[in-house]
């Protein structure tokens, strides 16, 4: 038999035991409540997650609510990625610079940013706004970090190239520097896609602002176990679904450029 | 027949591999014996399945059919009378243990008391000239270095045949010609048997004592050649001598012909 | 030709070991004194309640928290930290191990393990909280529950990426499975664990700071939105910086650790980089 098939057969076969492994888990948690293990009001049976999970997808008002918390995601988001790219082109190219901030860098970079969210109730109340703040205050790290490193990767022979050539600076921006922090600045943005998402809804949780993260609060402080659970498997799945999408993005831009990237090991 | 016993003997070894393309025959028929002692070089083209020979002596691989013996006894595994020296020294050696944790780590195993253990190890990394480097990690070492932190490895585990997959392939010149010397000696003062795989043709004329020589796939044993130059030898004498560039081009033309695979393959008894 | 990058003319003269740590310290303390003088002048000028001057950050600072608050709310805050992250660490290490070296259960796991990776951490909180209350055990059981996927799913790539070389070394030497995976495949994965234990840090941190600031009474997180509530602002700030401190400490302890296990994984990137 030919190969094709022990490779289809790998497949199927990881596919098989993935779904099982699946099939499983769900049948489990079904038992535990059912034996009485866990009582089914902290623990629901998943049939009554999933039908609430259908019921909430047919509700106008949750798909409202998710798009609250995609907006501040993207909101934040952007503004945390664009501030980045800026800052941190400048203070990439620029060597004494990169010294000068190191400190702060390195001591503002791991506060969390949760740590912030009593600063920003108090200075914009319950809104969306202080939800904003703690997502590009996290978010900017993430990016900002990743572009430093991009920029100073730029391979010395390359820029020396340049130079002798007589480039312009915007000329070097744009065909060398730029090409080079491409890479890092998407892994940066994946990173911080999924930090967004995880701020976006705990902001949510905690300042109240309208949206799936709010809807979690409610349900537990209403004793409904079953939304809760519910919300979370929604949560789970925009996490997946965020991270698809931007390993795919990830991975077109860096089709051609080999590269390591810094998200390793530092 | 010599007096010296058999020590390894393979008979009929043929090995199939399943690839993209299909069916790969990486050996065809392979059969030689190997006396105790010796030091038998393997030459062929590349891509002639030397290191499926190798890996299927060793009893990394299982062959599809034939048979390996060991002392008369069949190989179906890894066994402590034989050691093998890798190609790639980086990925052999352990980055994390310094050379003489990498010497060790084999022996741990065997029953052997803490002194015994150390004597080996300390005899072992005296031999390949490197005491003085006992306590460095492999990369901090030079690539000759490093491969004859491999070999001190090999050594210290005393198996019964030394096993080396071209190891001097990823080694400068220079060096090579000082390992090559080095495991003269080694087979001269401990007269471990040797199986010593290599692409290049002077250097398995200037160490063996028998040349077998590999067709391309499917393989077999094209020429089994004594080499009958002194024992002593060295790498300007030897080298100069009228046998050795005989020897040499001999080897040099089968291996062409190995490649055009103009020479005729024995009467398959599969 | 050669092309010149550099200046034209003499080259300065080298600079004094004197000069150098000079300039060093300028560098390192310059930015984050001037950003201090800068908030301290600026917080003298404006009216904003919300933006007390260092000075009195630093006198609530040494009010608040030296004294009984270190005891009553910040030490154990960090033992539950500390004992989340332990737990995080050991089961992650020790499961990841045990799924990275089986295929079938790696890829039998493999999709709930990406489902649960997905899920943002914060959000187990009300889960906790509904199965086992507001107590310490449930965050305790909240910080492992978030922290140690980063954990286990390094481990299970770091594990399952073993070299193939350095795995059949091991299986021509006949090296048992203890020893194998005790000096072949924990240390090969060493690098890859300590990026995963990293990253369970800060999550680790998220989650403490949330679970006390919002579900419970007692903890430095608590402390913080507690001085927020009643506009105590000062104090508030004081919480924050202590909190970023805390924040320092660990990733510097982190650091330290790092460098000392993995001092051979730098010491060989840095020969192969040369």
Known sequence: ?266 | MPDRSTLLRVEHLRKVYESAAGEVEAIGDISFTMSAGELVCIVGPSGCGKTTLLKCLAGLLRPTSGLVEMDGSPVTGPNPTMAVVFQEYGRSLYPWLTVRANVELPLRHKKLSRAERDTLVADAIEAVGLPHAARSHPWELSGGMQQRVAIARAIAYQPEVLIMDEPFAAVDAQTRADLEDLVRELHGTRKISTVFVTHDIDESVYLGERVLMLSSSPTWVQEDLPIDLPPERDQLTTRALPRFTELRTHVYDQIQRAKRGSAAAPQSAH | MTTHTGRIGPAPRPRGAGVRIASGFTFALGLPFLCVVAWGIWSTRSTNQFFPGPVTIFEAFVDTWAGRAIVDDVLPSLSRLAFGLVASIVVGVAAGTVIGLARWLRELLEPLLEFFRAIPPPVLIPVGMLLLGPTDTMKVVVIVSGAIWPVLLNTIEGVRATDSVMTETANSFQITRWERLWFLVLPAASPRIMTGVRQGLSVALILMVISEMFFSSSGLGYRIAYFQRNYLVAEMWSGILLLGLIGVLLAVVFGFVERRVLRWYHGMREVTRA
């Open chain 1, 1 to 266: 038999m030919s190969v094709l098939s022990t490779r289809r057969l790998r497949f199927l076969r990881k596919l098989l035991l993935g779904i099982a492994g699946l099939v499983a888990f769900l049948v489990a948690w079904q038992l535990t409540p059912t034996l009485g293990v866990v009582n089914s009001q902290y623990l629901p049976y998943v049939t009554d997650v999933f039908t609430r999970l259908f019921e909430e997808f047919r509700d106008v008002a949750f798909w409202r609510r998710l798009g609250l918390t995609m907006t501040s995601w993207a909101i934040g988001l952007t503004v945390a990625t664009l501030a980045a790219l800026v800052l941190g082109t400048i203070v990439g190219l620029v060597p004494w610079l990169r010294r000068a901030t190191h400190t702060m860098v390195e001591f503002l970079r791991p506060i969390p940013s949760v740590a912030l969210i009593p600063l920003a109730v108090l200075l914009y109340g319950l809104q969306m706004r202080a939800a904003l703040v703690i997502i590009v205050y996290a978010s900017f790290w993430q990016v900002f970090v990743q572009v430093i490193y991009g920029v100073a990767d730029v391979d010395t022979v390359a820029r020396d190239t340049a130079r002798s050539f007589g480039l312009t600076r915007r000329e070097r921006l744009s065909y060398l520097v730029l090409p080079t922090a491409l890479p890092y600045l998407m892994t940066g943005l994946r990173l911080a896609a999924a930090v967004a998402l995880i701020l976006a809804i705990t902001a949510e949780m905690v300042i109240g602002n309208p949206g799936l993260g709010r809807m979690i609060e409610l349900s537990r402080s209403a004793g409904d176990a079953t939304g809760v659970y519910a919300f979370v498997v929604v949560t789970g799945l925009l996490g997946l679904a965020v991270n698809i999408v931007f390993r795919f993005v990830e991975r077109r831009t860096l089709g051609w450029h080999q590269s390591v990237r810094g998200e390793e090991i530092r």
